[in-house]
């Protein structure tokens, strides 16, 4: 079955970098926008940066201009490098299809801590 497994999520401090990866297996990757969503405890799940087919990306205001996205098709790989944490940034990191998620791809997503 298709399948997305992230990894990457850790504890940092405020002002540190992390990188996230999402391994997609049994799924022509290549055809599908993705993106990095993440939910923060009693918030709802949100998109904050998406990668088209053609390696266009989007951010969302939070993250703009602190992280970047990016995809390797010929892995079936995408990352999300997370630079200047922030606590705000602290959740569950998911990849899905993008801006549209694909309700059973859900994966168990990667814990981001930013504390101090």
């Known amino acids: 079955q298709v399948q997305f497994v992230e990894s990457g999520g850790g504890l940092v401090q405020p002002g540190g970098s992390l990188r996230l990866s999402c391994a997609a297996s049994?799924?022509?990757?290549?055809?599908?926008?993705m993106g990095w969503y993440r939910q923060a405890p009693g918030k709802q799940r949100e998109l904050v940066a998406r990668?088209?087919?053609?390696?266009?990306?989007i951010y969302a205001d939070p993250v703009k201009g602190r992280f970047t996205i990016s995809r390797d098709n010929a892995k079936n790989t995408m990352y999300l490098q997370m630079d200047s944490l922030k606590p705000e940034d602290t959740a569950v990191y998911y990849c899905?299809?993008?801006?549209?998620?694909?309700?059973?791809?859900w994966g168990q997503g990667t814990q981001v801590t930013v504390s101090s």
């Open positions: 990668v088209t087919t053609d390696g266009r990306t």
């Open positions: 899905n299809t993008a801006p549209t998620p694909t309700t059973n791809l």
């Open positions: 049994r799924i022509i990757f290549s055809i599908y926008h």
